[in-house]
T-cell receptor, first 115, second 113 residues
Framework: AQTVTQSQPEMSVQEAETVTLSCTYDTSENNYYLFWYKQPPSRQMILVIRQEAYKQQNATENRFSVNFQKAAKSFSLKISDSQLGDTAMYFC????????????FGGGTRLMVKP | DSGVTQTPKHLITATGQRVTLRCSPR?????VYWYQQSLDQGLQFLIQYYNGEERAKGNILERFSAQQFPDLHSELNLSSLELGDSALYFCASSVRDGGKDYTFGSGTRLTVV
């Protein structure tokens, strides 16, 4: 079974600064996907960024980028130029390449962006 | 609007009762997934349906059941409710069985009193 660990329950950052959220996972699979989801107070689960394990290049989406270290089983999210609207819970998630494609989530990191 | 519709948004019911949560997937999506988000257990996968057939099962209690209908909408039935069943229940959909193109609904908040 896969496990996903987010070791930072809460973090805060000043507006316009950069913050990095950590995620580690454990799996015996070689092919898989990794995700970061954002859950604002509205409760909606919003996909922030996705990484495919076979791709060596780190994914980026505007101000969001990841540092994917496959050997270390690490998948951190960097948010640049933090904005007040980035305040939310952030969940790291794992999905096998095949086999029912369910998501396994970490426990989440609550991020507060301060003005 | 994600295109995945969940109803109702909020539900308050008593212990021992039965409720049905409904999910309409995004247009064109054949797979529906149910997740439970609770303070104790975090976000957990419950069950997946693809084009009317059960495809994968996670940590779903025997008191819970689900189905997907010919029009592809899905229902999650929760019976003999306990206080610990209070949670946010998410539905997600994707085009295929297998793949990464998930879209989540906004969830149903269930409170058992």
């Amino acid at each position: 079974a896969q496990t996903v660990t987010q070791s930072q329950p809460e973090m805060s950052v000043q507006e316009a600064e950069t913050v990095t959220l950590s995620c580690t996972y454990d799996t015996s699979e070689n092919n898989y996907y990794l995700f970061w989801y954002k859950q604002p107070p509205s409760r909606q689960m919003i996909l922030v960024i996705r990484q495919e394990a076979y791709k060596q290049q780190n994914a980026t989406e505007n101000r969001f980028s990841v540092n994917f270290q496959k050997a270390a089983k690490s998948f951190s999210l960097k948010i640049s130029d933090s904005q007040l609207g980035d305040t939310a819970m952030y969940f790291c998630a794992f999905m096998k390449y095949y086999a029912g494609n369910m998501l396994t989530f970490g426990g989440g990191t609550r991020l507060m962006v301060k003005p | 609007d994600s295109g995945v519709t969940q109803t109702p948004k909020h539900l308050i019911t008593a212990t021992g009762q039965r409720v049905t949560l409904r999910c309409s997937p995004r247009s064109g999506d054949l797979s529906v997934y149910w997740y439970q988000q609770s303070l104790d257990q975090g976000l957990q996968f419950l069950i997946q349906y693809y084009n009317g057939e059960e495809r994968a099962k996670g940590n779903i209690l025997e008191r819970f059941s689900a189905q997907q209908f010919p029009d592809l909408h899905s229902e999650l039935n929760l019976s003999s409710l306990e206080l610990g069943d209070s949670a946010l229940y998410f539905c997600a959909s994707s085009v295929r069985d297998g793949g990464k193109d998930y879209t989540f609904g906004s969830g149903t908040r269930l409170t058992v009193v």
